[in-house]
């Protein structure tokens, strides 16, 4: 099992050689498939050999583990002096103060500090499986998906831009490699190391198109990511001085050893606090939106599907060390409010990228929330949120970047029938929509799940604010999830036009789509033999919050959604429609799109949603929104460092 969690960590950082040097496109392309399927393989290989082997807690460390610790040493260090020059390039000098601080304290005490035992570096568990699984199999396909966009992205949409494919495929790849590594690190100093691999990646990715905005929410994601940093040295910091470990696991049995001692909760709070950030969570869910000017494979893979789920990763991780204390308290405030916030804010924006970022921003809330409050209800909600939230949003990125490089927009108001125009494009869509709010599909059925264990929590308080939040989000959510889907079964104005999307596109999102439908199927057995087991090795007891009988229901209805709308394609298939015009407020031009007013004049009929940009624009929103969040960490922090000290 070590070799294979070496290699899986090691082969794409190897591999990414080969894109970045190959610039013939054909060649390129090959070598980026091949590096997909096999990091796939593998990681599919891993995860069902350590499952058959009877699905053990693994402590281990990696072969040449001394060496490993020098190359993530040295790598920091590189790392920080790379930073530096590129702060000191684009005159943002005032950011590299943030990763020499992150960098030098924990480097100085890992050279002249204490020495400390290093039992073990790398777990596996239900939790790594799941991720890997992720990062494995979400993330590859994007892979697979960026070859045909990037493509299109360059020949056909922005010609005046430098291409520089083999870059970005090169850094997909490095991406793989750093998130393998840090789902697979119980050593918070290779965890930082590949956490701070993944800011970096995400900065260059977003400053792909060397524009001035491209550059600019470029270093706003690098110093919030940054900040996070910092959050992740200070706790390597305390493990250091106080402890006398930099074992994640050894910080949670602190805690739990002793619940009361607030002096033990500042190494967690100071992990959450980078959660938060990685999380883009408010106060730091500006870096995710500035984020959306790179090209969509980017937003999928990084901004969406997979790196930001580094941050709720780690909290699900520490969740029973923050169950019904001060830190766990300020995690579902934060998580909670960005929920409600997010989905209020997502419902007045018509940019398709735009929607699908403040709904990633509102979801993860959600998923953070249900890490605060600790319980085995919430984190059994929670994974499943991180498992059907990565899939549905992937495809759902993917797909609206094969729209905009198709039609030129990813407007949500041009995808007026969609579904007449581009309909194998429509039900993809569509299907990644009716994901994230309808029923049997996953993210309804873990939002009742943490509603449920809400309700039980036994913080009143925390209780009444966590089920207001839910309630009051998950409508927002449903408003604007309607709207779109709405647009894209309406009638349409518009011909047929060619299709510009690759092969390989409808690979990844076809695939993406089938992994939907496969996810309510198995809904069941992943309930049983994997969030069970997860729960019991989390909290020493395992539960059930749906009951078989209703999972089958899920399966009945899953079945329902596909079967009714296929039944009626094949009866009414080769029957002639008689069009029907519709009143417009005039005498009819002879279609349903134009008529002649009580004036004489020939008008054109718009259909528009509601948008409601006075009460819930970001104009109005967005500031209070940073405001109210920032409050709610200060004074939490201060709770803890002031106890602590």
Known sequence: MEMLVTALICLPFLWAIFPALIHHSKCRAFFVYLGCAIVMILSIITAVQWFMAGGQTLNFSLPYQET???????????LMFFIIYLCAKYKKTII??????????????????PKIPNNYTMRFDYLTMIMVLIIG???TLIGVYAVGYMHG???HHHKELKDRRSFFLAMIFVFFGAMFGLVFSANLCSLYFFWEIT?????????YTRTDEAINNSFKALWMNLLGGCGLAVAISVGYLWYGTVNLFDYIDLVQ???????????IACLAFAALTKSAQFPFSGWLLGAMVAPTPSSALLHSATMVKAGVYLLIRISVAMADNYVGNMVALIGGFTFLAASCLAISVSDGKKVLAYSTISNLGLIVACTGCGYEETIWAAVFLVIFHAVSKSMLFQCVGAIENTTGSRDVEDMQGLIAIFPKLAVILMIGIAGMFLAPFGMLISKWAALKAFIDTTSVYVSTLMVLFICFGSATTMFYWTKWMSKILGASPREKSRDLTKKNEYISMFFHAFMMVALILGFPWLSKHVLKPLSNDMFGTATQVISYQNMIIMIVLLVGIFVVPFVNFVLTKGQKAKQVITYMGGANAGDNFNFVSATGDPKEMHIANFYMEDIMGEKKLFTPAIMISAFIIIVYMIIVIGGAF
Do not use: K, W
């Open 68 to 78: 490993f610790g020098h190359v993530f040493l040295v790598g920091d260090i590189l």
């Open 96 to 113: 590299s103060l943030l990763t020499i601080v992150s960098t030098v304290i924990p480097t100085v005490l890992e050279l002249a500090g």
């Open 137 to 139: 199999i979400v993330g």
């Open 153 to 155: 992205y360059h020949i």
């Open 199 to 207: 800011s970096v990646t995400s900065f260059l990715l977003i400053g």
């Open 257 to 267: 050893a002793d619940p009361t001692n607030i002096r033990n909760m500042l190494p």
